[in-house]
Structure formats: structure tokens, C-alpha cells
């Protein structure tokens, strides 16, 4: 789902191994573009590391990320507003993109339908992680006047739909972006289930206005994900209620014009996914364009074939279709290559099941 380990350390590196692993059965979109290893590991930290760097910015707490809590914050300076910095910079997209250009035209070479897909962490995501509680600041008085409102969430906003517009410039239909909602997800999943559909309907409107401002024709999936570290997720739930309750209010206010390719939805404990029927019931409630592919995150390499192969035909006789196959995050959470290339093996054995 876009992140490697971190010695596939290069674009090209990256590509030739969803190629070479997936073969047949990959969907057509290489990751390339997060081929760095801070990326790989932490898929945020080299923008929270470049936004340490920016002078209106001063430290909150220091963190060695050895836990999800561990981690470097920030917030504005008495005055300063982050439409004085260059986040656009910081964030990196663009300059990842290109950095893929020449790997992508090689493997277009031989495979002239292959794609590049491009990690994008929503802006929510990025705040969230940067300025905790304080990205929900509404108002600054302190600020120019039009620096005031929402004076952290808005410029990320902005810079993130200039980075968009820049990569699409240059490939066109040739990329799809691929937005990560990890803080929404855990939101909705940590949520009472009557206080749910509220906070799923905010983060579908919040996707939408991003999404609107994408040219007209660009091609997006949506990765929801528990968060991880060591493979392991942040939550575990009971079913697949909350991915469902996201999903269909991201569904539900996506902007004409521009394409839904696929929603990822994070399935299991990161040992296993569940092979009772009433975790997968949910899927059935499912309402997504006829178009948009759905991929189960439910590949462990860890959990035996025959089970596994039991937790999809759940997943697939509530849905009541055939499902994409994909590992429940980013497969840079695995700490070597190996461990990738057996979950994209375990992947592909699923995925033979349904032929």
C-alpha cells in the first residue's frame, strides 16, 4: 500500500519489487515515491523533521520515536503564521514524484499500463501528528488577518493541493494519489458508535473539499489505517463497522470529476484477520461507486493459508463480491525485504483462491 522497507532504498528498487512479487496479480500502480527509509519506517517523520527546520515554528516536546507518542511537536511562534514558510517544501510530495520519473518510464518500457501511485497523509493526518490539539484551533487573534482562521490545518491544506497540482502537471493520468487517513480512521474506530457517524460525516466533507480542488480527471485511492508500529495497529476492532462508516461518508460527498480508484480498509490484529462472519458483516452496508475497487487489508504472512483463505471467503460473502487483496498497511512496517515479499506472497495466494 505504497511504503517498502527501508533498504529499498530507490524508486527503482521499489518498483521492481511490486512487479517482481506481485506479477500477475499486481493492480497496476507501483510505489516509488517513498522509497527513503524515514519514509518507510515512519512515513511521516521526514516531513516532521523538514517542519523542525522552519523558523516560525518553535519545539513543544522531543521525541525519539520509539513509540507513536514519542514524537517531535510544534507550534506558532508569538505572531508568526505558517503562510510565512514554505511548507510546500516540507512536505516533499512533489520532489518524491519526481525523483520516480525515470524508474517509471523504464518499467513503462516493457509494461506501459503501470502507474505510479504517490503516498499523500492527509493534511488532518499531518496536523494531528505535528500539532496535536492545536490543529483544531480555529482562530488566532495574534495572526495577520489572513492568516487567522484555522491557522494551522489551512496552509497545510493549501500546500497539499499545490503539491497535487504540481505531480499531476507532470503525469496526468499516469498517477494516482493515494491519501492516508490513519488519524480519521483511529478516530472513528475509538469513537462511541452514536458519536461516529459525525466524526466520519467531518472527515468526508474535510476529503472532499481537498479532493475538489485536484484538476479535473485525477485518479485517487483512499488507504484507511489503524496506524502501526512493528506491524502491530494502534486498534484492533470487534468489525469492520467503523472502516465501513468512513468509507461510505468519504463516498458519499466525493466531488464529481474526479476518479475514486480504490478504498484500502485495515482488517485483522497484524497477526491475523478474523475468520468469524459477524466481524465482516458491516461490508455489506458498503456504498462506494460502482467503479471503486475495494482491497481487504487482510494478507498477514503470519497467519496460515487455510485460515486466511477462510477470513476472505467471510469478507467476500458480505460484501457480496470479489475483493482486492492487500496487507492491512503499509508494507514498510515490516523491518526487512523478506518479511514484505512473504506478505505480498501471502497476498498473491489469496488472490489465487478467487480465480
Not at 29 to 52: K, M, N, S
Not at 136 to 141: A, I, K, S
Not at 198 to 207: E, K, L, S
Amino acid at each position: 500500500m505504497g511504503s517498502l522497507p527501508a533498504q529499498l532504498d530507490s524508486p527503482a528498487k521499489a518498483m521492481a519489487f511490486a512487479v517482481d512479487t506481485a506479477g500477475e496479480f499486481l493492480d497496476g500502480l507501483v510505489p516509488g515515491g517513498e522509497a527513503d527509509p524515514y519514509r518507510a519506517q515512519w512515513y511521516i517523520r521526514p516531513i516532521i523533521d523538514r517542519l523542525d527546520s522552519i523558523p516560525v515554528l518553535e519545539p513543544v516536546r522531543r521525541g525519539d520515536w520509539s513509540t507513536l507518542h514519542s514524537r517531535n511537536t510544534f507550534r506558532l511562534r508569538p505572531g508568526r503564521s505558517l503562510g510565512e514558510a514554505d511548507i510546500d517544501a516540507a512536505l516533499g510530495y512533489a520532489e518524491e514524484a519526481g525523483r520516480a520519473l525515470e524508474a517509471l518510464a523504464d518499467m513503462r518500457r516493457t509494461a506501459p499500463g503501470l502507474r505510479l501511485q504517490v503516498g499523500i497523509p492527509t493534511p488532518f493526518v499531518i496536523g494531528f501528528i505535528a500539532f496535536e490539539a492545536r490543529m483544531l484551533v480555529w482562530r488566532r487573534r495574534s495572526a495577520h488577518r489572513g492568516d487567522r482562521r484555522f491557522p494551522y490545518y489551512r496552509p497545510i491544506v493549501d500546500a497539499t493541493v499545490r503539491e497535487i497540482l504540481r505531480i499531476h502537471e507532470t503525469l496526468g493520468d499516469n498517477v494516482v494519489f493515494q491519501l492516508e487517513l490513519a488519524a480519521e480512521t483511529l478516530l472513528c474506530a475509538r469513537m462511541p458508535a452514536v458519536l461516529r457517524q459525525a466524526v466520519a460525516t467531518a472527515a468526508g466533507r474535510a476529503i472532499a473539499r481537498l479532493v475538489a480542488r485536484a484538476p479535473h480527471g485525477a485518479r485517487f485511492g483512499v488507504h484507511l489505517c489503524y496506524g502501526s508500529l512493528d506491524d502491530k495497529p494502534v486498534v484492533a476492532p470487534r468489525s469492520t463497522e467503523a472502516v465501513v462508516v468512513l468509507a461510505n461518508a468519504i463516498a458519499r460527498y466525493w466531488p464529481a470529476g474526479r476518479h475514486l480508484e480504490f478504498v484500502h480498509l485495515p482488517i485483522g490484529n497484524g497477526k491475523q484477520a478474523p475468520v468469524r462472519p459477524r466481524y465482516y458483516e458491516p461490508l455489506a452496508r458498503l456504498e462506494l461507486p460502482a467503479t471503486t475497487r475495494v482491497a481487504a487489508g487482510l494478507a498477514h504472512p503470519a497467519q496460515p493459508l487455510e485460515q486466511a483463505r477462510q477470513s476472505l471467503a467471510a469478507a467476500e460473502s458480505a460484501y457480496g463480491g470479489l475483493l482486492d487483496i492487500a496487507a492491512p498497511c503499509g508494507l514498510g512496517r515490516y523491518s526487512t525485504v523478506d518479511r514484505a515479499r512473504s506478505a505480498v506472497a501471502h497476498a498473491v495466494a489469496l488472490a489465487e483462491t478467487d480465480l
